[in-house]
T-cell receptor, first 111, second 114 residues
């Protein structure tokens, strides 16, 4: 079945550093979503991408829809302590009813 | 802003009890979903519904049922709760699956079955 892989699995960074994480698949998708989840909370939508090559920003966050439609990237600039959490990617093709999810990247920000 | 509201943040139930988890969305979304989230297993789809009174099985429907009598409300039912159903349950909703759709989640219900 369709699967999404996320890397890295976890990362520890210093406050103020930039962060990059990615989401890859062997399947082609037409919608990519990025979420952040705080402990004990539901995932919150950060960025949505709908076109191959699309680059979209939301404050310090920037995400790109890969040209091959098999991957997406999320960058966080100048990290702050509240960026701590788990970041999930989700994707859907034009034929499926449902989204598939990556396993998440756990981000820790050290002061 | 879209709001997906789950009725309980935390629930503690006993084995064998019938459990109802309620979810309400306020954006007139056609699609509603129930997921469970477990450490190391990610989000797994239990059931979804794309219209009132319609339901489809997801990846792990065993031990669960659902009800969608009104467009805004989607209920997950554990007919006889078991300890392996201890988990975080997440409800989500979206518009009909056209280009440009987004999936919005509730805050989750942490269910413990003793």
């Amino acid at each position: 079945g369709q699967q999404l892989n996320q890397s890295p699995q976890s990362m520890f960074i210093q406050e103020g550093e930039d962060v990059s994480m990615n989401c890859t698949s062997s399947s082609i998708f037409n919608t990519w979503l990025w979420y952040k989840q705080d402990p004990g909370e539901g995932p919150v939508l950060l960025i949505a991408l709908y076109k191959a090559g699309e680059l979209t920003s939301n404050g310090r966050l920037t995400a790109q829809f890969g040209i091959t439609r098999k991957d997406s990237f999320l960058n966080i600039s100048a990290s702050i302590p509240s960026d701590v959490g788990i970041y999930f990617c989700a994707a859907r093709d034009n034929y499926g009813q449902n989204f598939v999810f990556g396993p998440g990247t756990r981000l820790s920000v050290l002061p | 802003d879209v709001k997906v509201t789950q009725s309980s943040r935390y629930l503690v139930k006993r084995t064998g009890e019938k459990v109802f988890l309620e979810c309400v969305q306020d954006m007139d979304h056609e699609n509603m979903f129930w997921y469970r989230q477990d450490p190391g297993l990610g989000l797994r789809l239990i059931y979804f519904s794309y219209d009132v009174k319609m339901k489809e099985k997801g990846d792990i429907p065993e031990g669960y049922s659902v009800s969608r009598e009104k467009k805004e409300r989607f209920s997950l039912i554990l007919e006889s709760a078991s300890t392996n159903q201890t988990s975080m349950y997440l409800c989500a909703s979206s518009r009909a699956l056209l280009a440009g759709e987004k999936l919005f989640f509730g805050s989750g219900t942490q269910l413990s079955v003793l």
